[in-house]
């Protein structure tokens, strides 16, 4: 029997998933190489931004649309530490405030656009896009390995047309794994094998200890493990909204620490639009840094494929999302990472400041 759901006469039913934005957050907004003299346009969270390095070197990151007639400072040029815009001549300050105008000897009052708050943290530069005097470096998320040399860490940004909360519950529910990435790094032991799950203010844990599992395609390549079966831990801290990161041990079955094959991944959740995100992605591995081409060879092919994997399956869901975000939807018991995510995203919704008030 199909038991067809409509929403009562009246009631406006909420979306499935959340599409508000979080902005009293810090945002991955670059890697710290990106930023150069040459100005670099991004859009986060919907605002176009142009980011810029002074003289100094310090990062720099203005709205990207001037305020005389909204052309893209992005495509201006430098002088010092100021950006002159290319269409009429208008020059701003790093700060944001119109310094020149060209033919008169006043500037407007008025006359600035936004600057946005940085923080730079070893490869990436981190965005406050909300109030900026709530902006509170220490709330950056501490993520003390990406510091470490005795990591191999290998970079990649890609831009997808999928929203961002779709991006979330995929990395949410890693039983996708068993088929999505059937032929890479799913096996069946991931989707059979519960999870642990907890929630600790704006973080959310997912825990999945799997023993004796299969070694999956991948794996074998790069751990030369081809005999025999592993232990496979996947151990998700999720710090919402921006931070997801997902630490990975394969071991032989049953053996210590001194045989396993650490990999630690940042997955940088930024917002690009409602409907596209940047996964700004730093893979850290325990094994491979005496091994520089083969890592380049064969460990970033590897994880360049499952994201593509991952990429196909998030933009069919995207197209695939009625209009107006809600449908009947059904969760079962590895959805519980998933469920609490949600709810720890709408309660920091509910605790935005005024001026970045977003009605769901
Ligand atoms: S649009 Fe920038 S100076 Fe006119
Ligand atoms: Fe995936």
Redesign the pocket.
């Known amino acids: 029997m199909t038991t067809i759901s409509r929403p009562r006469a009246g009631a406006v039913p909420r979306a499935n998933l959340p599409e508000a934005f979080i902005y009293d957050e810090w945002y991955v907004a670059a890697w710290a190489e990106e930023i150069t003299r040459a100005p670099m346009r991004r859009i986060i969270l919907d605002e176009p931004i142009v980011f810029y390095r002074k003289v100094d070197g310090t990062a720099t990151a203005l709205i990207d649309r ?1 305020v ?4 893209p400072l992005s495509v201006g040029a430098l002088d010092g530490d100021k950006i002159v ?1 290319g ?4 020059v701003y300050d790093a700060g944001g405030a119109c310094v020149l105008v060209p033919g008169q000897s006043t500037v407007p009052r008025s006359a600035a656009v936004r600057a946005f708050p940085l923080v730079e943290r070893g490869p990436f530069v981190w965005i406050w896009m909300g109030d900026p005097e709530r902006a509170d470096a220490s709330t950056v998320p501490e993520l003390p390995w990406i510091h470490d040399g005795a990591w191999h860490h290998i970079k990649d940004l890609a831009t997808i047309k999928a929203r961002y909360a779709l991006l979330v519950d995929n990395l949410m529910d890693l039983s996708h794994e068993t088929f999505i990435h059937g032929a890479t790094i799913g096996s069946m032991d991931i989707v059979e094998t519960p999870t642990t799950t907890e929630t600790d203010g704006n973080i959310v844990r997912v825990g999945r200890h799997m023993e004796g599992a299969e070694i999956p395609a991948n794996f074998k390549r790069y751990t030369g493990l081809t005999d025999g079966t592993i232990d496979r831990w996947q151990d998700i801290e999720y710090h919402v909204p921006a931070c997801y990161t997902l630490h990975i041990r394969v071991a032989p079955r049953g053996a210590g620490d001194d045989q396993a094959f650490f990999t630690k991944i940042v997955y940088a959740l930024t917002p690009e639009t409602k409907h596209s995100t940047h996964l700004i992605r730093l893979i850290s591995k325990s094994f491979g840094h005496n091994q520089p081409e083969w890592v380049a060879s064969t460990i970033s092919r590897a994880h360049t494929q499952v994201l593509e994997e991952d990429r196909v399956a998030l933009e069919l869901l995207e197209e695939n999302l009625p209009a107006d975000g809600h449908w009947q939807e059904l969760s079962v018991n590895f959805d519980r990472g998933g469920l609490q995510w949600r709810r720890v995203f709408r309660q920091r919704l509910g605790q935005q400041s005024e001026a970045n008030e977003t009605i769901e």
């Open positions: 001037c005389h007639r909204a052309y815009c269409y009429h001549g208008f």
